[in-house]
């Protein structure tokens, strides 16, 4: 039987995926699990490969998960931030990453705040692996992926879940990327949120819309909530914060009405007693925790699936 592999070189989105190459990358993760729970977290997979994480806004979980990921497959690291760039002094994107491929380096990973940067990389560039570390409000495909991971670790499936996705639907990349591997991976999902947080037309992704957030949770196994993104919005999509939380706010006694079963997710940085209660966040049912381990083994996945090139050995 021939083996799966990723179609393409490069990792820009969800939406571009197979079922059968969702699941690949899954396993992988799962198999580098092993790995980070070992004394000495090292394999040479990515031996002699340099790889530059290039953030333009600014990241925790992502950032720091693809430094310790590249760094327990043995590459060469290189941190790139724009503030202390020549990107400062107004040079381009293009000029920027051309440069940093001149230097050798064999993959680019990057978060942009404009949708379609990584995509651009890919035609600026002649040979790196691109991966999209979050591009605007388009995609976050690896935390698409360690999502499915931590719903797959929890249920031992996502065929036939269903998973609420509630919040700022409008300017998050991650709704996006959970709708698109959700989908492909056969659950169903619901949006819920305000109507100017809903961007018209999302029932093509084949997703059900919600505005009443006690009907959205009702059936859902999964809860995801996402951050209320200030620093995308213009102002003038609800009254205030306050007001939000009330009506959105995931709480317990929101909560007590949902299947026991249900689990709390949420990408992260949360705005406590906004989109989640503290007591909600910190709960038994939460996993925002361990979407954040999973964060490692999928960037493994990811980064080992696109250089392996002839070599198959984890080791
Ligand atoms: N989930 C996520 O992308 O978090 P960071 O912005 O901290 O990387």
């Given amino acids: 039987m021939e083996q799966v592999q990723l179609r393409s070189p490069h990792l820009l989105g969800l939406e571009e995926l197979t079922r059968e190459e969702i699941q690949l990358i899954l396993d992988t993760a799962d198999s580098f699990k092993e790995v980070i729970e070992r004394p000495i977290r090292k394999v040479p997979a990515l031996r002699g490969k340099s790889v530059v994480n290039l953030f333009f806004e600014p990241s925790t979980r992502t950032r720091i998960s693809f430094e310790i990921a590249e760094k327990q497959l043995s590459a060469d690291v290189i941190n790139f931030s724009a503030s202390t760039s020549s990107v400062a002094k107004g040079e381009t994107l293009r000029d920027t990453v051309r ?3 001149a230097m050798k380096v ?3 990973v990057i978060r942009h705040a404009a949708a379609g940067a990584p995509q651009f990389l890919t035609r600026c560039l002649t040979h790196s692996v691109v991966i999209n570390a979050g591009d605007g409000a388009h995609e976050h495909p690896t935390q698409g992926l360690l999502d499915l991971l931590t719903i797959r ?5 996502v065929d036939g879940l269903r998973v609420v996705i509630v919040g700022d639907i409008a300017h998050s990349r991650v709704a996006r ?3 698109w591997g959700l989908r492909t991976m056969g659950a169903s999902v619901a949006v819920c949120g305000p109507p100017t947080l809903i961007p018209p037309g999302i029932e093509t992704m084949g997703v059900e819309v919600f505005y009443r957030v006690e009907d959205a949770l009702r059936e859902a196994d999964v809860i995801n ?3 209320i993104q200030l620093e995308r919005q213009h102002g003038g999509l609800f009254p205030t914060l306050r007001e939000y939380a009330r009506t959105f706010g995931i709480t317990p006694e929101r909560l007590i009405h949902t299947k026991p079963h249900a ?4 990408p992260g940085p949360i705005n406590r007693g906004v989109e989640l209660s503290t007591d909600v966040a910190d709960s038994e049912r939460s996993v925002i925790l361990d979407q954040v381990t999973n964060g490692i083994a999928i960037r493994m996945a990811v980064l080992y699936l696109l250089n392996r090139g002839g070599d198959d050995d984890v080791e």
Wanted: proline share 0%.
């Fill in 99 to 101: 440069n940093i491929e």
């Fill in 263 to 266: 689990i709390i997710m949420h």
């Fill in 153 to 157: 670790d929890r249920f031992g499936r």
């Fill in 106 to 108: 064999d993959v680019v």
């Fill in 177 to 179: 990327s959970n709708i």
């Fill in 225 to 227: 909530v996402l951050r």
